[in-house]
């Protein structure tokens, strides 16, 4: 996964990444309905959560950890844990974001 090259400030790069996690989010949800709703077995389901979310959770991480860090949001008293927050609801990348290149 690599986060757009017209994506340049680094709080838009959080923003960013943490509506990556909050889409990829979304998807595990609609997974667990279909399990819950017997379209999935618990195995599907079950794999589902230990492979591919997992993996594509761990590479929204590596991204987001060294970003995180150079802008001092390690802390979360950090008024730059606003971010966070604000990429969770921000929509306006959501055009560029395939979950299935991840």
Known sequence: MEIPTNITIDDDKVKYLYRVLELLKLEHNEKG??????????????????????????????LLGPIREAIGMTQLDSPKMKLKYDGKAETKWDSEINLTTI
Do not use: P
Not at 34 to 59: A, C, H, P, T
């Open 33 to 62: 309905k279909l399990f819950l709703d017997g379209f999935l077995s618990e195995k599907e389901f079950r794999d589902y959560q230990k492979g591919e979310f997992k993996n594509k959770k761990d590479k929204i991480f590596l």
